[in-house]
């Protein structure tokens, strides 16, 4: 299995508090790291520890999209998507002109249903928000994938299931039919995945750190072989020996791409499919141990301890403690 299919099957991603923001010119509103921050950490109140995105779709009318960093404002136009990750400033509204009055935070907390209303009752604008959740196995690999910003205008839509997507989130969103609210939630996950991979597809976002490690031919072919068989008694030698390398060599390119060493990278993506594993509950302590490469018990219960923070039925109990909890938090 290849690294990317691995942590797209691993993933644990929920979107939560959709709403269709109705918009009048001249509007605008703003997110700012200030409000993402205070509702990131009332959320880690009540739910497992996660990290936020947000992501937003035209479904009818254009705006300007401004993003902190990105000098000049972004034309938008009906079909055009993003995604957000945490702490990135921006502003939609109606002209480059238009000063935003009111923050996502404000507009999510008066939704009627599932709309918000905004604006001076001019020519109106139809977006799609939404926020998006990772509990903790997903955190690692998804702060390696997402960057702070991805665009993915509807002329540019490299596929037709994206295509698709888009087109069925809007229509969900619009009718509100009976269901609607489970398949549009359904529709957002398979969005921000769909969005995702065609990023990484791109091509320049490759020689950038995990992705860079991936589509290098040596160092890729040892992450395919850890993410192909997690179980495997791996040592940095048997890993420098499927990459063709030195045992020195290998070491120090791997730490160089990837920020880590290369057992310590096999320890965390262990712990990561060991709690995909663990929320199954099929399966007794031992068994979920030695699938991830583990004899004991034991020795798996304090390595999970050592990533994750807590053991495994303290990381069970917190998670089903917090999960009638998920979603109340709306901010874009």
Aim: net charge positive.
């Amino acid at each position: 299995m290849d690294p990317i299919t691995d942590i797209f099957k691993t993933l644990h991603v929920t979107a939560f508090g959709l709403h269709r923001l109705e918009a009048t010119a001249p509007w605008g509103v703003k997110q700012e790291n200030q409000a993402e921050e205070k509702v990131t950490l009332s959320r880690k109140k009540m739910t497992l520890p996660n990290d936020l995105a947000h992501f937003a779709m035209l479904s009818r009318g254009n705006c300007w999209l401004s993003v902190a960093g990105i000098p000049e404002p972004i034309p938008l136009t009906g079909g055009d998507c993003f995604l957000l990750a945490k702490g990135t400033s921006i502003v939609l509204r109606d002209s480059p002109r238009t000063r935003p009055k009111w923050s996502f935070s404000e507009i999510g907390a008066r939704t009627n249903g599932n709309v918000a209303l905004c604006g001076g009752g001019g020519a109106p604008t139809t977006i799609v928000c939404g926020s998006l959740s990772f509990d903790h196995a997903s955190l690692k690999p998804i702060t390696q994938l997402l960057p702070s910003f991805i665009l993915m205008k509807a002329d540019e839509a490299r596929t037709l299931a994206l295509h698709n997507t888009v087109q069925a989130l809007a229509l969900e969103m619009a009718e509100q039919a009976p269901g609607s609210e489970v398949v549009a939630t359904r529709l957002a996950e398979v969005l921000f995945i769909q969005v995702l991979r065609a990023h990484i597809a791109s091509g320049p976002e490759r020689n950038k750190g995990w992705l860079r490690a991936v589509f290098d031919p040596q160092m890729g072919t040892a992450l395919s072989a850890i993410h192909d068989s997690v179980s495997a008694p791996w040592t940095v030698e048997s890993l420098a020996a499927a990459a063709g390398m030195s045992r020195s060599a290998f070491a120090a390119r791997f730490k160089e791409l990837l920020g880590q060493t290369p057992l310590e990278y096999v320890t965390e993506w262990r712990m990561q499919k060991a709690m995909q594993l663990l929320k199954q509950r099929d399966k007794k302590l031992i068994d979920v141990a030695r699938l991830v490469g583990y004899e004991s018990d034991a020795a798996f219960s304090k390595a999970f301890k050592r990533v994750v923070g807590a053991n495994p039925g303290e990381y069970l109990k917190r998670g089903f403690e917090g999960h009638g909890n998920a979603g109340i938090a709306k901010d874009f």
